[in-house]
């Protein structure tokens, strides 16, 4: 079964307004962790936000923040005032424990964004 | 601080030829990873790596791929015979082990196989 689902393939946002990522996930663990990466065309993956399993606040960092609903066990990215350079593909990833103190990271498929002008 | 370095950034090689992939992660952690990201698709992980063990490589073709990490530092990632279907990105990334610690990657190796 698939643990992170990103059921968005491609978003369409205009120039200046939010746009939502979704991200669900499954784990019976009750510490995870939840990342958020941001790969423009030129190929790097770059960390853009971290939600922990027993934080009680949603994290923010600047334009990204993250709607964490731990029953619903989705960590949806918010990114505020899109701008042009928000073009990219977003995937949403999953740390949990595995094989003692080993841990995984899993992750999504995928959300094209395209910022138009 | 310096970021994950590989080597090359880019590699062209014919079929049943063997390629090398070099690693090196950022000083102090323990972790590292081989994603194999083909164009389009999300990163696959090859290979996860805790200190010098292995901690998961279910996903590696292991009649083909290997990799090691010697004294838990720098990782090397081989493929021999390469086939088409290798054609893809290979990247790094390494991180702290505990569930906070995010991973960084490195700019990653462009294999094509002809």
């Known amino acids: 079964a698939q643990k992170i689902t990103q059921t968005q393939p491609g978003m369409f946002v205009q120039e200046k307004e939010a746009v939502t990522l979704d991200c669900t996930y499954d784990t019976s663990d009750p510490s995870y962790g939840l990342f958020w990466y941001k790969q423009p065309s030129s190929g790097e993956m770059i960390f853009l936000i971290y939600?922990?399993?027993?934080d009680q606040q949603n994290a923010t960092e600047g334009r990204y923040s993250l709607n964490f609903q731990k029953a619903r066990k989705s960590a949806n990215l918010v990114i505020s005032a899109s701008q042009l350079g928000d073009s990219a593909m977003y995937f949403c990833?999953?740390?949990?424990?595995?094989?003692?103190?080993?841990?995984?990271?899993?992750w999504g498929l995928g959300t094209s964004l395209a910022v138009n002008p | 601080e310096a970021g994950v370095a590989q080597s090359p950034r880019y590699k062209i090689i014919e079929k049943r030829q063997s390629v090398a992939f070099w690693c090196n992660p950022i000083?102090?952690?323990?972790?590292l990873y081989w994603y194999q990201q083909i164009l389009g698709q999300g990163p696959k992980l090859l290979i996860q790596?805790?200190?010098?063990?292995?901690?998961?490589d279910s996903q590696l073709p292991k009649d083909r791929f290997s990799a090691e990490r010697l004294k838990g530092v720098d990782s090397t990632l081989k493929i021999q015979p390469a086939k088409l279907e290798d054609s893809a990105v290979y990247l790094c990334?390494?991180?702290?082990?505990?569930?906070?610690?995010?991973?960084?990657f490195g700019p990653g190796t462009r294999l094509t196989v002809l």
């Open positions: 939600q922990g399993s027993y």
């Open positions: 990334a390494s991180s702290f082990p505990q569930v906070s610690g995010e991973a960084f």
């Open positions: 790596f805790q200190n010098n063990g292995v901690v998961d």
């Open positions: 990833a999953m740390r949990e424990p595995f094989a003692g103190n080993n841990r995984k990271l899993i």
């Open positions: 000083s102090g952690h323990a972790t």
